[in-house]
């Protein structure tokens, strides 16, 4: 079984301009990840309506201000009864009991339950004084004004108790939480209106190149459409971000620094991170902050960059549309989650299974390598292709394979990143 691990590694400087010159070395992605997790995390605290924060980080711990719930009630259909008054009643001795009123949901019984008598009680109305136990419906002959018990019931029987589900003062949820759904249905019960959770991280997406069309248009000529913007904008908010703002710009110097400068807590740049002619966004980082590393020893994905510019993280991710996604997933996803809160680790559910072919790479760097799941085995697709964005689509997850490795043979174990689940819809 393959355990890629990306052990700690010397920092590397990147060449400040390696345009029409190619790169001269290449940090390896431990390296990469050794730098990034010396990266300085801001965290910001901001209040949220209850019903607005699934999926958000807690800050502090969470208390209950009241019993939940806050009275015995019903957990049947049937009749509030004493229980000792249905003692020995079966289908064979049934028992008389007068019925004195109801207790319906917010509308309970005023008056109290004595010795022979029934209030007819719903799932959910309060338990009338007097009463200790619900005989349920299915166990009763109802009459015009008395019902006949065939069944008898312990003291307690289909009652709620006050406060068994939540004690006013208890812990309800603990800092550092992701909130689910269910968590939300419990902070709504206690009356919880605001919660204070980590900020969303703020990220600003930078796409670069004058061939580029906005999210809509239809590619004409020799122009494409800007896909990575949006992809990038999805999974910026998956790892639980805020895209603050989209900014299409061509390939002039100016155009790009201003863009980069913002307020954001991340910029993502796409494109223009290579070492052609009109990759300017490295050279702009190197000369108004700080090019960290700028090409990394992997596939696809090879002339990601980053630094600092203005004090704040950028992402220099390649055009192509696959290693724009392998850079943000190995590089950018990680800050991104860590400013708001979450584990910097892939959010990705993981499987181990045989390969059904082999798997080949080449020592000296890392492969990302799509791969579909079939009949319980890893069928690896095409790992070249960083333009094939269907590539991605098509395959079931990713398989790892660490610089030290040639790759796996057919039948070795290996770990699937899996992108979700199935592909199409279940009939």
Known sequence: MDEPIFKEAPAVRAAADVRMRGFSHRATVQQVLAWLDQQPVTESTEMVATIQAAGRVLCDEICSSVDVPGFDRAMMDGYAVQARDTAGASMYNRLPLMIVGQSLPSVGFSGEVQRGQAVRIMTGAPLPAGADAVLPAEEVTAEQDRILASGEVPPGKHVGRRGEDLRAGAVMLRAGRRLRPQDIGLLVSTGAVSVPVRRRTRVRIVSTGNELLPPGSLPTGYQIVDSNSSMLTALVVRDGGEVVAVDRVPDQPSEILAAMRSSAD??????????????????LVAEHGELAIHGVAMRPSSP????????????????????????????????????????PEWPYRQELLPLANKLVSMIGRVDYARVTMRDGAVIP???????????????????????DSEGYPAGHQVRVYCYDGPTTAVP
């Open 304 to 343: 990601v960059g980053m630094g600092r510019l203005d004090g704040r993280l950028v992402f220099l991710l390649p055009g192509n549309p696959v290693s724009c996604l392998c850079a943000y997933d190995f590089f950018a996803g990680r800050m991104v989650r860590q400013f708001a809160g979450l584990s």
């Open 266 to 283: 991340i910029v993502l740049v796409s494109g223009g991170s290579s070492v052609g002619q009109e990759d300017h966004a490295p050279v």
């Open 381 to 403: 697709l095409a790992i070249g292709g960083a333009s094939m964005l269907s590539s991605t689509t098509v395959a079931d997850g990713f398989v790892i394979i660490p610089a």
